[in-house]
T-cell receptor, first 114, second 112 residues
C-alpha cells in the first residue's frame, strides 16, 4: 500500500523564481492538503484540495497556488520566491475530510531559496 | 496567535521510564486532537488521536489524555524506548475546518 509520495526531495531556487512541488496521495485517498514547516516550527496549513477545487486556504499570499488532478495527485506552485519561503513543504492526504479523518503526511520537499 | 502550544521544546527520559509530553490549546472549538512523531528527513507520522467526547485513548505503549476544562492534553509513552527519540507534534482541528493547527513540537530523547 503506497503511502504519500512527494517530489522532488530537495530543491534550490533563487529569489524571484517560481517552483512547482508534486504530491501523490496515499492509495484510496482523495483529499490533499499542503503545509509549510519552517525551521523550529510546526507545520502551517497552506490549503486543501478536494474534487479538484481548493476548499480551504490558510494565511498564505496568492503567490502560493495549487492544483489537483483527476487522479487526486496535486501540485503546489510558489511564484516570486522570497528568502522566507525556504522551508519544508509537506503534503498530507486523507479521505474526504470526514469528521475525525486523519491526515497522513509525505516525506516533504525541502526548498532553499537563495 | 498560537492556538496550540507545546511549552517544552525538549525532554530527556531514561529507557524504560514514562515519557509525558504536554500540549495546551486556547480554542474551545477544537474537537479532535492528534499526535504526530517526526524523525529527521521524514514527514510527520500519525501516532494517536482523541475526540473531544473522550478523555483517554490508548494504543499499545501510547496513551493520550484530554482535559477539556483545562484545555490540555498529554501523551504518555510507557515504557519509553530509544527508537521513540523524535520530535512530537500536537495538532488540533474542529468540524468546521479542514486544517490542522500544530504546536511547535517537543524533542524527546530516550537515553539507553
Amino acid at each position: 500500500d503506497a503511502g504519500v509520495t512527494q517530489s522532488p526531495t530537495h530543491l534550490i531556487k533563487t529569489r524571484g523564481q517560481q517552483v512547482t512541488l508534486r504530491c501523490s496521495p496515499k492509495s484510496g485517498h482523495d483529499t490533499v492538503s499542503w503545509y509549510q514547516q519552517a525551521l523550529g516550527q510546526g507545520p502551517q496549513f497552506i490549503f486543501q484540495y478536494y474534487e479538484e477545487e481548493e476548499r480551504q486556504r490558510g494565511n498564505f499570499p496568492d503567490r502560493f497556488s495549487g492544483h489537483q488532478f483527476p487522479n487526486y495527485s496535486s501540485e503546489l506552485n510558489v511564484n516570486a520566491l522570497l528568502l522566507g519561503d525556504s522551508a519544508l513543504y509537506l503534503c498530507a492526504s486523507s479521505l474526504r475530510r470526514l469528521a475525525g479523518e486523519t491526515q497522513y503526511f509525505g516525506p516533504g520537499t525541502r526548498l532553499l531559496v537563495l | 496567535d498560537q492556538q496550540v502550544k507545546q511549552n517544552s521544546p525538549s525532554l530527556s527520559v531514561q529507557e524504560g521510564r514514562i515519557s509525558i509530553l504536554n500540549c495546551d490549546y486556547t480554542n474551545s472549538m477544537f474537537d479532535y486532537f492528534l499526535w504526530y512523531k517526526k524523525y529527521p528527513a521524514e514527514g510527520p507520522t500519525f501516532l494517536i488521536s482523541i475526540s473531544s467526547i473522550k478523555d483517554k485513548n490508548e494504543d499499545g505503549r501510547f496513551t493520550v489524555f484530554l482535559n477539556k476544562s483545562a484545555k490540555h492534553l498529554s501523551l504518555h509513552i510507557v515504557p519509553s524506548q530509544p527508537g521513540d527519540s523524535a520530535v512530537y507534534f500536537c495538532a488540533a482541528t474542529f468540524s468546521g475546518t479542514y486544517k490542522y493547527i500544530f504546536g511547535t513540537g517537543t524533542r524527546l530523547k530516550v537515553l539507553a
